[in-house]
């Protein structure tokens, strides 16, 4: 898992690793809503 090991380096803070995957969550949602719509 690139993304954790990305998120460790950042910071061991669980509130920037929490929020980093939050941003991560919401990105991927709103692509493949996008992506959905477009077919």
């Known amino acids: 898992m690139q993304v954790a090991r990305k998120a ?3 910071g061991p ?4 690793h929490s929020l ?5 969550l919401s ?3 709103k692509i493949l809503v996008n992506y959905y719509m477009c077919l």
Do not use: D, E, S, T
């Open 8 to 10: 460790n380096w950042f």
């Open 13 to 16: 803070v669980n509130v920037r």
């Open 20 to 24: 980093f995957q939050n941003v991560q």
């Open 27 to 29: 990105l991927v949602l």
